[in-house]
């Protein structure tokens, strides 16, 4: 019976513990999306974690609205992130970067261009910007042109990713981004290849998984869906015809891990009745399965002993414990994390949470 704290092989990554830090924006790049030295330390202090799946890592200039995040298609921003990747390795940990293109989610006044999507779609309420919140514009529906650049830009995140020291790479297609735009009925309205028919909807996800795991392989190449539920307005009316697929597609793909972010009806960070869909997803993908969304320590060992999930990832709690791991493990107190400091500049609710004992 494995248990939370075994080591897991995630492809080509060893993992000390089934215990992954999830990805977690926090906001502390330049405005020209540069990481910044006190990330080294963040990260760092975090790497007892059996996996570091970086926080949402912009692929390109047109995909990263949101203020002060970091990105990786400038040769300026692979040398920023070194110094992160080193700290973390020196600590004994493994890293990934999570590739994002936010689509629709950005605004102008931040990346100085119209969001783009899989149709001509606008998301609900308003987005982040330097200026405080403004209301959503209109997405441009890509055309054909625009795919084949901007799977140019994944191949081209995933080569700097490897320059700059990062383990491997994960593919974020969840929480209604580009890529959930395309996989979702709600958001995809078109009617050419890469819209209509679930297999349709899909062929973003695998021609974005075939062009990275080209640079950096498959057994370095994880992907992160959301199945259920509405998250930012992108949500689709039957989620198993298509995640149930998506996740088969990507086990054919030998991918090193695939990791779920689920909510339920009582969820802290979003809420659906939407079903879950791990369990099915678990009959069709064969490598390593990571659920995460509100996973308490016992919830935790219990999903992992009973083989319904291989690892679980824990954002918030890894947010405010560094130590996280070991919390779990000896069943110690748990730091609270302060909402107020998730993306604002500086240590404060950053690299000064303290961990146990200090």
């Given at each position: 019976?494995?248990?939370l704290?075994d080591p897991?092989?995630?492809?080509?990554i060893e993992?000390?513990?089934?215990?992954?830090?999830?990805?977690?924006?926090?906001?502390?790049?330049t405005?020209?999306?540069?990481p910044?030295?006190?990330?080294?330390?963040?990260?760092?202090?975090?790497?007892?974690?059996?996996?570091?799946?970086?926080?949402?890592?912009?692929i390109s200039?047109e995909g990263?609205?949101?203020p002060?995040?970091?990105?990786l298609?400038?040769?300026e921003?692979?040398?920023a992130w070194k110094?992160v990747?080193k700290a973390?390795h020196?600590r004994?940990g493994?890293i990934?970067?999570q590739l994002?293109?936010?689509?629709?989610?950005?605004?102008?006044s931040?990346?100085?261009?119209q969001?783009?999507?899989s149709s001509?779609?606008?998301?609900?309420?308003e987005?982040?910007?330097y200026?405080?919140?403004k209301?959503a514009?209109?997405?441009?529906?890509?055309?054909?042109a625009?795919?084949?650049?901007?799977?140019?830009?994944?191949?081209?995140?995933a080569r700097?990713?490897?320059?700059?020291g990062?383990?491997g790479?994960?593919i974020?297609?969840?929480?209604?981004?580009?890529i959930d735009?395309f996989?979702?009925d709600?958001?995809?309205?078109?009617d050419?290849?890469y819209?209509g028919s679930?297999e349709?909807r899909?062929?973003?996800?695998?021609e974005?998984?075939e062009?990275?795991?080209?640079i950096?392989?498959?057994?370095?190449?994880?992907v992160?869906?959301?199945?259920n539920?509405?998250?930012q307005?992108c949500i689709?009316?039957?989620?198993?015809?298509v995640?149930?697929?998506a996740?088969?597609?990507?086990?054919?793909?030998?991918?090193?891990f695939?990791a779920?972010?689920?909510?339920g009806?009582?969820?802290?960070f979003?809420?659906?009745?939407?079903?879950?869909?791990?369990a099915?997803?678990?009959e069709v993908?064969?490598?390593?399965?990571?659920?995460?969304?509100?996973?308490?320590?016992?919830?935790?060992?219990?999903?992992v002993a009973s083989?319904?999930?291989?690892?679980?990832?824990?954002?918030r709690?890894?947010?405010?414990n560094p130590d996280l791991p070991?919390?779990?493990?000896?069943?110690l107190?748990?730091?609270?994390?302060?909402i107020?400091?998730w993306?604002s500049?500086g240590?404060e609710?950053y690299?000064?949470?303290p961990f146990?004992?200090?």
């Open positions: 019976m494995p248990s704290f897991i092989q995630l492809g080509a993992a000390a513990n089934r215990i992954l830090m999830a990805p977690l924006t926090r906001g502390r790049s405005r020209e999306h540069v910044t030295p006190i990330m080294a330390e963040y990260y760092a202090q975090r790497a007892s974690a059996g996996l570091i799946v970086s926080e949402a890592t912009g200039r990263l609205g949101w002060y995040a970091p990105g298609w400038s040769k921003q692979v040398e110094p990747t973390v020196e004994g493994k990934v970067a994002w293109h936010m689509g629709r989610m950005v605004h102008s931040v990346t100085g261009l969001p783009v999507s001509a779609t606008t998301a609900p309420g987005i982040h910007t200026d405080g919140k209301p514009e209109e997405a441009r529906a890509l055309d054909k625009d795919i084949a650049r901007i799977l140019n830009d994944y191949e081209n995140a700097h990713a490897l320059e700059a990062f383990d790479v994960q974020h297609s969840a929480n209604g981004y580009l735009e996989l979702r709600s958001t995809n309205l078109r050419d290849e819209g679930p349709n899909l062929r973003l996800l695998r974005v998984t062009r990275v795991i080209n950096v392989g498959a057994d370095r190449t994880g992160r869906l959301s199945p539920g509405d998250t307005g689709d009316s039957h989620p198993e015809q995640f149930i697929p996740a088969k597609m990507l086990s054919d793909m030998k991918i090193a695939l779920l972010r689920e909510p009806p009582d969820g802290t979003g809420q659906t009745d939407q079903p879950k869909l791990h099915k997803i678990r993908f064969v490598p390593p399965l990571v659920l995460n969304q509100d996973y308490t320590r016992e919830e935790a060992l219990e999903a083989g319904r999930a291989d690892a679980i990832g824990f954002g709690k890894f947010l405010a070991r919390r779990l493990r000896d069943n107190p748990l730091n609270q994390d302060n107020k400091t993306y500049q240590k609710g690299t000064d949470y146990y004992g200090d």
